[in-house]
């Protein structure tokens, strides 16, 4: 039969849409186009697949080929078709069996040799196509991230012979097992018990930890916020099997190799000042998820927090308040979600000594004032605790009186909080405003108390919620279920202005 349909999926956003491919042969003058919305990189695929027919032994049909990728309104990027084009070729000139075709479905680009290469977001794809009943063949480079999709059949080939062959029945490809997958979250991780003194920075690392809570850390260099920050993870609780499987998703599309023992760690990442909008965001042709996304149920950690480019600063404000990214290129919108905990250090000012008891600041007033402009005041207005990290004597730093607690007693406290958060049916950071009301009513005094503050601190109804949902979190580790005058209070103190704190002293 001259029409063969072959089943294969786009990309577009962490979904994987269904394509049809059908492609049909008919008479005329030898050619082969292509139809139904495809990008550069697809129309390019017509030459790949000619090569790799031919180099895969087996006869370019000398008819006139249309090829239609349905949805015809979908934009189709990439080299992902390739294979499902081939096949159906194969399949429209009687070399492969029709019968029974309607089963697979097939990833992968090729390259002129036949051989298969990878291609990014098989675990979405792999994840539709097994509750579309169908059974997936990929390219054996994304075997490992494809089988996170335990539901789904997945067959992995090296090259476009291998799959004919398995069509033919003549010999089966490998099935793709999944990856052996870890106990633990914990693994690895740096240790809190590394930090020496610094209890104000710990305990408001803890509070971050356990309410979700975005953090700023302030401090002369060398005196160990990075160190803090990057302790983080380790007080985290892990990540639930469909929350790890979002994450692995929003790795496979941005083609990132998939790390199996790091499957129940939030994400932790760390991108450096010089990074794009477009790095932390996400955007591309085809969009690609940025930092943001790829930190998603975890924490995206800026260090030099004023060194990064405003405007790139300025678009995080978007998904730091609404947990998603909308990527809208001329032809396609499409969303990635971007929930994850900001985590920023930062000088106090330029020289980085503003402040200090030991060395003078040689900044003078106005390059002080432009350095902390480079952050807004919205920007900051979303930063829940801000503190200072200040240096600590060389006797504590040597001697076993500054040594604090390990790691995992802290994250023991941050579970504990959490599992009040859960019954409430989400994080303290994302408590909406309702809920706010509801889980966070204040007596009179406490009212009297937040309203001051709110005066002397000139706090925006966006940070006095935020006080509250910190001032949440710190009754949940207290295991007291209300929100008492100390419990504010203490929010209160993390609502540190900057610019106070840099004016020397
Ligand atoms: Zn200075």
Redesign the pocket.
């Known amino acids: 039969m001259p029409l063969a349909i072959v089943y294969s999926r786009a990309g577009q956003g962490i979904s994987a849409p269904l394509v049809t491919v059908e492609v049909h042969l008919s008479n005329g003058l030898p050619s082969l186009s292509i139809v139904g919305l495809p990008a550069t990189a697809v129309r390019e695929s017509r030459e790949r697949v000619r090569s790799a027919i031919l180099n895969a032994h087996f006869d370019f049909p000398v008819r006139r080929i249309t090829i239609n990728l349905a949805p015809a309104d979908l934009p189709k990027e990439g080299g992902r078709f390739d294979l499902a084009i081939a096949i159906g070729i194969l399949a429209a000139s009687g070399q492969v069996p029709t019968t029974g075709l309607g089963t697979w479905e097939l990833l992968g680009e090729l390259a002129l040799s036949g051989a298969l290469r990878s291609v990014p977001g098989t675990l979405p794809a792999a994840l539709r196509c097994g509750h579309a009943e169908r059974q997936l063949i990929v390219p054996s480079g994304n075997d490992t991230e494809a089988a996170l999709a335990d539901q789904t059949a997945v067959f992995a080939a090296t090259d476009l012979a291998a799959v004919c062959r398995h069509l033919h029945g003549t010999q089966t490809l490998p099935r793709a097992t999944p990856p052996v997958l870890p106990q633990t979250a914990s693994e690895g991780l740096p240790d809190l018990v590394d930090v020496r003194g610094q209890a104000q920075a710990r305990r408001a690392l803890e509070i971050a930890a356990s309410g979700g809570h975005n953090l700023l850390l302030v401090g002369p260099p060398g005196t160990g916020k990075t160190m803090l920050a990057t302790r983080m993870p380790s007080l985290l609780p892990a990540l639930s099997r469909e929350q790890a499987l979002e994450v692995a998703a929003l790795r496979s599309v941005a083609g990132e190799p998939m790390d199996p023992s790091r499957w129940y760690q939030p994400p932790f990442r760390t991108p450096h000042h010089t990074a794009s909008a477009v790095a932390l965001i996400g955007g591309g042709s085809s969009p690609r998820p940025g930092e943001v996304s790829l930190s998603h149920r975890g924490v995206l950690f800026l260090d030099e927090l004023p060194e990064f480019p405003r405007r790139a600063l300025e678009v995080l404000r978007e998904p730091l308040e609404s947990g998603t990214v909308s990527i809208v290129r001329a032809k396609q919108r499409c969303s990635f979600p971007a929930r994850f905990q900001l985590v920023a250090a930062m ?8 402040g200090d008891a030991e060395r003078s ?3 003078a007033s106005a ?2 004032q432009r350095y902390q402009q480079r952050i807004s005041g919205p920007l900051l207005d979303r930063i829940d605790l801000q503190v200072a990290v200040p240096r600590i004597s060389p006797e504590r730093m040597i001697g076993s009186e500054g040594r604090g607690e390990a790691s995992s007693a802290v994250a023991a406290r941050v579970a504990a909080a959490r599992s009040h958060q859960l019954v409430r049916g989400t994080t303290n950071a994302e408590l909406s405003p309702t809920a706010l009301e509801q889980y966070c009513s204040l007596g009179n005094a406490e009212q009297h108390c937040l309203r001051r503050a709110a005066e002397r601190l000139r706090l925006s109804s966006r940070a006095c919620h935020r006080v509250l949902r910190v001032a949440r979190s710190i009754a949940d580790l207290a295991n007291d279920d209300r929100v008492r005058k100390h419990h504010l209070q203490e929010a209160l103190s993390y609502r540190m202005d900057i610019a106070e704190h ?1 004016s020397p002293i």
């Open positions: 000088n106090p000012c330029p020289c980085g000594y503003s600041c040689r900044c390059q002080l840099s």
